[in-house]
């Protein structure tokens, strides 16, 4: 049985009016990396530090506040959660607006991870966790395919958005990054699916 054209414009009007919706129903984040100077960068890299600028952008984030938490994972199991920030403790880090942008700095060196929140007006305590692999093993990775990538993130949920990682080691010996955090493998799944014996996510979730 064919299905009458009266009905195709019909799915096409719903489909559209789903996609409208779960696009409103979410806020979208895109991301800055690091410096522009060659020279900053060059020693940045030396010293085992890495910047990343995030970008939120929507309406539903006007009033809101903010949590980011670090997770962490040690051979496929959650080991346990520390907060990095939480803006509810005071109306100052409240939201004003429809846009935030918060610039995460990690430091990788001498066995530990050093991070660090940079917000609007204001700079977080630094928090300091034990690595279990050496230290150059470990790099800091974002979700997106390409800088000029826009990710949705629920407005409700926390949101893994970044991952500090040992590489997925493959049969031959070589090894990749970015297959782990662009396979879309749930982040939580990391260490089981790619074998990863240490792991960190930084995740943030948008609070009233």
């Given amino acids: 049985m064919k299905t009458p054209f009266i009905l195709i414009p019909a799915l096409l009007f719903l489909l559209t009016i789903s996609n409208l919706a779960l696009s409103q129903d979410s806020i979208r ?7 522009e100077s060659k020279e900053l960068r060059s020693i940045i890299d030396f010293e085992g530090i ?37 803006g509810a403790e005071s109306d100052f880090f409240k939201i004003n607006g429809n846009s935030l942008s918060l610039r995460f700095l990690v430091k990788l060196a001498d066995g530990q991870l050093k991070v660090a929140l940079y917000g609007p007006n204001f700079t977080s305590a630094k928090k300091y966790f034990k690595l279990s692999s050496r230290t150059d093993d470990y790099v800091l990775k974002d979700f997106f395919g390409s800088p000029e990538q826009t990710i949705r993130l629920s407005p409700t949920e926390s949101n893994p ?48």
């Fill in 50 to 86: 890495y910047m990343k600028t995030l970008n939120f952008g929507d309406a539903a984030l006007n009033e809101k506040y903010y949590e980011v938490t670090l997770q962490e994972y040690k051979n496929g199991q959650f080991v346990k959660s520390t907060v990095l920030f939480d």
């Fill in 29 to 35: 984040m895109t991301t800055n990396n690091g410096t």
């Fill in 161 to 208: 958005v970044l991952a500090i990682i040992t590489p997925s080691v493959h049969k031959d010996g070589s090894a990749s990054y970015c297959e782990v955090v662009q396979t879309g493998v749930k982040p939580e799944d990391f260490g089981k699916h790619f074998h990863i014996p240490h792991y960190f996510l930084i995740s943030i979730r948008f609070k009233s």
